[in-house]
């Protein structure tokens, strides 16, 4: 049980672009959904907080206009990077966490390249 | 604001023998303490965790930690370690921070296992 899916794994995008990343609780409801990102070979940062329904809550200097979140039911939320910049490649992994426990079901991430 | 140190960054230990990989961590009440394991490429996956009780806790994989509240420690041992417990470990403490819920990760220990 508690199992969380990402999609896609992998993609490569422009510069200028956007793209979407899509994260889904598969045989639970997820109350509040959380987005991470992870550069190579160092801890995961906190990017954003979302509870269904609610506006999310942003870390302090993530830009809310650049990654976009909606979390729409109990079982999805998506993270979209507008306009997507090389700097902005790295491993964003998503997770979801039920109630008001502290435990937090990861996903499996997802690698962004922006070339 | 809570804090988490894992003091070794990687921990090279050679097949069959025991492993105890550190982590200490800062919180003004009673945590919420977790592990996690990841492997390359891969997200998260829970090893073990403690909210109260037995202060000794098992977890997958032959894992187990033990919470030591008057050391603020919360490290996690394996008797005989085997070659796919390569991987990076994290260690995380939850609980309310600045007003918000959250789980605050440590820096992470890359193990390698020696054949």
């Known amino acids: 049980g508690a199992v969380v899916s990402q999609h896609p794994s992998w993609v490569i995008c422009k510069s200028g672009t956007s793209v979407k990343i899509e994260c889904r609780s598969l045989?639970?409801?997820?109350?509040?959904m959380f987005w991470y990102r992870q550069f190579p070979k160092q801890s995961l940062m906190l990017m954003a907080t979302?509870?269904?329904?609610?506006?999310?809550?942003?870390e302090q200097g993530v830009e809310k206009d650049k990654f976009l979140i909606n979390h729409a039911s109990l079982t999805l939320s998506t993270l979209t990077v507008t306009s997507a910049h090389p700097e902005d490649s790295s491993f964003y992994i998503c997770?979801?966490?039920?109630?008001?426990?502290?435990?937090?079901?990861f996903g499996p991430g997802t690698r962004l390249t922006v070339t | 604001a809570q804090s988490v140190t894992q003091p070794d960054i990687h921990i090279t230990v050679s097949e069959g023998a025991s492993l105890e990989l550190r982590c200490n961590y800062s919180?003004?009440?009673?945590?919420?303490l977790f592990w996690y394991v990841q492997s390359p490429g891969q997200g998260l996956q829970l090893l073990l965790k403690?909210?109260?009780?037995?202060?000794l806790v098992q977890g997958i994989k032959g894992f187990e930690a033990e919470f030591k509240r008057s050391q603020s420690s919360f490290n996690l041992r394996k008797p005989s370690v085997h070659w796919s417990d390569a991987a990076e470990y994290f260690c995380?403490?939850?609980?309310?921070?600045?007003?918000?819920?959250?789980?605050?990760f440590g820096s992470g220990t890359r193990l390698q296992v020696q054949p």
């Open positions: 403690y909210f109260s009780g037995d202060t």
């Open positions: 995380a403490v939850g609980g309310w921070d600045t007003g918000r819920r959250a789980l605050t």
């Open positions: 919180y003004g009440a009673t945590p919420y």
């Open positions: 045989d639970f409801q997820a109350t509040t």
């Open positions: 997770s979801a966490g039920t109630g008001w426990g502290y435990e937090q079901y």
């Open positions: 979302s509870n269904e329904g609610s506006k999310a809550t942003y």
